[in-house]
Structures are given as structure tokens and as C-alpha cells.
């Protein structure tokens, strides 16, 4: 919070304004008023002037604009919601690698955040049951990209693709999507027979789940794919509710 006027290192005059600071890091900045109203576009206008004022020449501040609710997950991993758009912002939170459910599981838990209801651990019980009783892998296939590296296949991680995609007409420079089967090999999606590893599947929606361990209790999603935690995977299965 700024409390108070000073001179600051450029020797200009600042005004205290008593902001709430939210967020801030290497190149930006989030802040509030006390009260939590929203700013005038007049007062948007004069801060923004001011900022620059102070700045040296070349260093010119811009803004991204005012915001309901702001939500950090982690470091330069956060959401800006003006009431009707969510932004999402950070590698973490986009989660362009990520399989489609995963992505989808992502929204669906900020959405939570966002409408108030808060049913967080109904939400990730909802795509353990899904893993658990597939018939279509499309949305839990992951995308890789059939690098050079994959065609010459010296390390395991790159001799498992090629050996997915051996007999196909896949090239270097394609994308395919794989998962995994219950022996352990990858497989292309476009071969799934029902054959499929649903407890990497569940490891990969618990360690997605770790994206809201800041903000959301960590408890609330358990590891399903642990040994320790397959009798209450069982239970969650044949629970109808």
C-alpha cells in the first residue's frame, strides 16, 4: 500500500494515494483504491499521465484497463475478469501443451471462482469419473510434435513416439496426438480401442489441479492414482450421486 507523499528517485513529487497493491512483477503492476470502487476514466487518464511523468525517457507505462476480480495463481500466472471476459495469463493457466480435458478442467474450476459456488472438489470428481469409463480418448490425447530428434530415437522419451508412430505415414514436421495403454507403450489416438492408462490420466488431472494451491485448499484434491488411494477411487466410481 503507498502511504505517503515522497520524492522518488528521479526527484519528482509524488501524490499518496493510498493504493491496494494486488499484484505486481517484472514489468507490470495491480492496484486498487482503498475503498475498492472502480477508477473514472478521467482518473485512469491522470494516474497514467502521472506515472509517465516520472518516468525516464523511452519508459512509457500503458494500461491493460480495470477489472472486477483479478486472480493470481502463481508468479506472471493470473486471470482478469471485467465482469464478462476472463483473460487468462501465464503458460500455467493457458496450458496450451495441455490435453483438451485438462484445459476445459482449468476453466471450469476458475469459473467456479468467478460465479461463487465453490464446489471445487465436485468439479474434479466429475473428470476423475470421466477417465474412469472412456470410450473416445480425443479430449484426454496429448499433442506432440514428430520432431527429428523423435525420428532418430536415441533417448526413451523420443524411441516411445517413433515406436507409436512406426507403420504410419507420419513425418517429421507433423503433430499427432497420443496416450498411453495399460502396458505402458504410447499409442496414437487415432488406434484407441478402449485400451488406456486411467491412472496416468488421473495424475496428470491432479497435478493440474496443483496449478490453484495457492488460493485453493490442497486437500480438496486427492491423488487418486496413488496405491494408498485406489479403495477411495473404487468408492467415488460406484458413487451415483
Known sequence: MLQQRKLNMFGVMNMSYNFKIVSGDTDGITFCKPDGLPFTKEEETSLLSEL??????KIVWDTEGQFH??????????????????TYKGSAVKASTKEPALKQFIKDIIDEMLNGSYQYTEVYHKYIKEIMQLTDIT???????????????KRTNELIVKNAIEGTEYVEGDRAYFFYKTDGTLSLAEHFKGDYDALTLIEKLYKTAQIFNTVIPKDLFLNYSLKRNLTALNELIVDKT
Do not use: H, Q
Open 52 to 57: 509517465n511523468a516520472m518516468m525516464p525517457e
Open 69 to 86: 476480480t483479478i486472480v493470481v495463481f502463481r508468479a506472471k500466472n493470473y486471470i482478469l475478469y471485467d465482469g464478462k471476459k476472463i
Open 139 to 153: 479430449r484426454w490425447a496429448s499433442r506432440k510434435t514428430i520432431t527429428s530428434a523423435v525420428m532418430a530415437a
